[in-house]
């Protein structure tokens, strides 16, 4: 009977159409995953404020202050003996200390990435390590390893060898507080990439030594590239832990940012926003590197690239 029913009634009818939008309304619909467009320009506004006013203003400041006298006075305040002094000790710090980095980055990615064995996830603590530790507690360390009083002072005094208040202090110094950002920026490339290449060679019979030249650095010499940069710059800029070891020795163990702390308690104003603007120019040119290694990198994984 109800078969009967079923087929009296005839074929069931089509769902009713979906309801059909005007082009204004249809306007006015988004996709879930898209902002609103007040939300987008107010948090883009919002962070155009904040690099404006802590950022931008203070860069602009230190600028004006320093070629206020005009640019001979300005060239007069960054060629002074002492400034000289500080700028070559600055260079000096930064090449030793940013190839040490990169030789441990480039160590610490490769076991990190490479080989399991018990205590990695120490060895991921200690790398940032100096991220945690005020760079004043990382100089503290240092004087109390290698002062007169220190650990290895007494050993270092019977041998000759001055640590803390001269050269070799300010590189210890600079080397700790800057070791992590070559590593940062390997391990997690390295990890991504995988070891299907490495392996490849391994089993056509390279060497160690002839995968990490052919293999490892051309597939991450652009994290390695951004890794250096860091470094150079945040070495260039260090000043807590260097001004704890350094002893302020002027002319002798003054780096750049400790010049300008002695030039601006010295009231001279315009010498130091001189010699300060060194250190912004510096972050233009590191600013100015990143951008043109994102460039290259970008250019290279066209279809038209080398790679």
């Known amino acids: ?89 600055t260079l000096l710090v930064a090449a030793i200390a940013v190839p040490l980095n990169t030789a441990f980055g480039l160590a610490a990615a490769w076991s990190v990435t490479r080989f399991r064995y018990p205590g990695k996830s120490l060895l991921l603590a200690l790398i940032d390590l100096p991220f945690g530790v005020s760079p004043v507690i990382a100089g503290m360390s240092v004087v109390l390893l290698f002062g007169a009083r220190g650990l290895l002072g007494p050993w270092l005094q019977a041998h000759g060898l001055k640590v803390v208040f001269a050269v070799p202090g300010i590189v210890l110094a600079t080397v700790f507080v800057t070791f992590p950002y070559v590593a940062r920026e390997l391990i997690p490339f390295m990890q991504a990439q995988g070891t299907e290449e490495e392996e490849a060679a391994l089993v056509m019979g390279a060497s160690g030594w002839q995968i990490l030249r052919r293999v490892t650095l051309p597939n991450v010499r652009w994290s390695l590239l951004y890794g250096i940069i860091l470094c150079n710059a945040r070495a260039m800029g260090e000043f807590g832990a260097v001004s704890v070891v350094s002893g302020h020795i002027r002319g002798l163990t003054d780096t750049i940012p400790l010049h300008v702390e ?44 080398e790679a």
């Open 1 to 89: 009977m109800k078969a009967a029913e079923l087929v009296e009634a005839g074929p069931p009818a089509p769902p009713p159409p979906a309801l059909a939008l005007a082009p204004g309304a249809r306007a006015r619909f988004r996709r879930a995953e898209e902002d609103p467009p007040w939300a987008r320009r107010t948090l883009i506004g919002a962070a155009l404020l904040f690099l404006a006013v802590f950022l931008l203003l203070p860069a602009a400041a230190v600028l004006g202050e320093a070629f206020r006298g005009g640019l001979w006075a300005w060239a007069q305040a960054v060629t002074e003996p002492e400034a000289r002094a500080a700028i070559r000790l």
């Open 262 to 305: 002695i030039l601006y308690s010295e009231y001279a104003f315009r010498a130091a926003f001189a010699v300060a603007s060194l250190l912004f120019l510096l972050a233009l040119l590191t600013l100015a590197a990143k951008r043109a290694l994102r460039w290259s990198q970008r250019r290279e994984r066209r279809p038209g690239g």
